[in-house]
């Protein structure tokens, strides 16, 4: 409907219709946009989450989605394709920032023992997300010619959501803490969230990391690249961010109809096969939500990788040989469901929690903007060159896919730790042979020259503590 949307456009503006070439080149321009304004929300998060604070920042976000909602909504009856491109880059740079903050609060807000599991919620409800889109994109919904454009301007319903509810939820007490500095409202944070009156212990693990960062400002990306001490958590968080655009998910998500289509799937058909997709994914985020603090980071990434290289391998066999066998193309429905369970078992959402765990409070910030930059030029790529893949490797495109899978499997089966129920401490120490520091140099040499001498952090520590009723209880 968008693409006859374009022409029909085109066509009343300059009469003639739009060749077939500019129509892909402008679908495709359309769904990578997204990417590039994600890529813009990644920079420009961190001043941001600085400034407003992590929970403020995504209440501030909801500007973005409204206006991105309104563009799109109201692109048809304005006669403009623009609108919509222009939505879908306002609506990246929400999701950019989004994706940023959310992880970064749910791993500060989270005690260590589930942090994995609340970490996985962001890749829980993105899964939400997509069969909640794939809901309203049926036929009997929205999924007419008539109505795409309510499809895009349901993206305001959530974000009223998120305006009613995230006022009365409490700002990360970590960020209270240690970049604020305010003691009290750190402690009522505590108070909710963990549903009892006595912090103490958990104000104490907290300020016993400030004791070593108080006098240490906010990271920037070249300190932070430059610190020998965290040189391999960077390359893992960027490998892996790289590996879960780049596995071939989102060209599935993508192209679905058209892979469903060649697959021999009647075009009626295809929408209600589409909702499978996004039920799989949903419960296979939910399972590993689930195991994620029993079986561990590691095994489910590693896991779901290897298991995406054996049914993208699959998948091909099955499209190239369809014609010859007629039950092949449900064996190619099988290994899309299949390879949509594997990547949210793993892949879909850990990568999220690594990044807030290899790296303490002053470092998180720049992390996730180096990270998200990886994240959404992987996720650019994919949707502007996966057409010409598709069309240049035919059945063979997923081939590429299964080398990156291939390849990131291998690199975390011998670089990565396990970081279940550690603190930042001992994942550290985990890296500090494979960066070649002792832990006692990682401390040190982590910002050579802010750093004030123990008795003046001492005295600063014990200030910050002396400001009511928190004394009795640190002290």
């Known amino acids: 409907y968008i693409k006859k949307f374009y022409n029909e456009t085109w066509e009343r503006r300059y009469g003639f219709s739009v060749d077939e070439s500019t129509l892909t080149l402008l679908w495709s321009i359309t769904v990578s946009i997204f990417a590039i304004g994600g890529l813009v929300g990644a920079i420009i998060v961190t001043p941001i989450v600085k400034f407003f604070g992590r929970k403020c920042t995504l209440l501030l976000n909801n500007v973005f989605a409204v206006t991105a909602a309104l563009l799109m909504s109201l692109s048809s009856l304005a006669g403009s394709f623009e609108m919509l491109i222009l939505g879908r880059i306002i609506m990246g740079v929400d999701a950019g920032i989004s994706l940023s903050a959310l992880p970064m609060y749910l791993s500060e807000i989270s005690p260590k023992e589930i942090r994995g599991s609340l970490g996985q919620v962001t890749a829980i409800f993105i899964c939400i997300g997509v069969f909640a889109g794939q809901v309203l994109g049926l036929p009997e919904v929205f999924g007419q010619e ?48 963990l549903g009892k009156d006595d912090v103490s212990h958990e104000i104490e693990e907290v300020l016993a990391e400030s004791r070593v960062q108080r006098n240490t400002k906010l990271v920037s990306i070249l300190q932070l690249l430059r610190t020998r001490a965290v040189r391999w958590q960077v390359i893992t968080v960027v490998i892996t961010m790289g590996c879960y655009q780049l596995c071939g998910l989102n060209a599935i998500w993508y192209y679905t109809n058209n892979i469903f289509s060649e697959a021999g799937i009647n075009h009626e058909t295809i ?169 006692e140099m990682q401390e040190m040499n982590h910002y050579p020259g802010e750093r004030k001498s123990s008795a003046e952090q001492e005295s600063n520590f014990t200030s910050s503590v002396n400001n009511g009723e928190t004394k009795k209880a640190i002290v």
């Not at 993206?155 to 409490?170: A, G, H, R």
Request: net charge positive; aromatic share 16%; hydrophobic share 50%.
């Open 146 to 193: 008539s109505r795409w454009p309510y499809l895009f301007g349901a993206i305001i319903v959530p974000s009223l959501i998120q305006v009613v509810i995230l006022p009365f939820l409490p700002e990360s007490p970590r960020y209270l803490l240690l970049e604020k500095h305010d003691t009290s409202k750190a402690e009522k944070a505590f108070q909710t969230f």
């Open 271 to 439: 929408p209600y096969v589409t909702l499978s997709t996004g039920a799989v994914e949903t419960v296979a985020a939910v399972f590993s939500g689930l195991v994620i603090e029993r079986l561990g980071r590691r095994p489910l990434l590693i896991g779901g990788f290897g298991l995406m290289v054996t049914f993208f391998a699959v998948l091909t066999v099955s499209l190239t040989l369809q014609n010859t066998v007629h039950w092949l193309p449900y064996l190619s429905i099988f290994c899309i469901l299949a390879i949509i369970a594997s990547f949210c078992i793993g892949p879909g959402g850990i990568p999220f929690v690594l990044t807030g765990e290899f790296f303490q409070q002053s470092q998180r910030p720049a992390a996730f903007m180096i990270a998200g930059t990886v994240n959404w030029l992987s996720n650019f790529a994919v949707g502007l060159l996966f057409p010409f893949i598709q069309a240049g490797l035919q059945t063979y495109c997923f081939l590429v896919f299964a080398a990156i899978c291939f390849a990131g499997a291998t690199y975390l089966f011998f670089v990565l730790p396990e970081t279940k129920n550690k603190t930042f401490h001992e994942i550290s120490q985990a890296f500090a042979k494979r960066n070649k520091v002792s832990l």
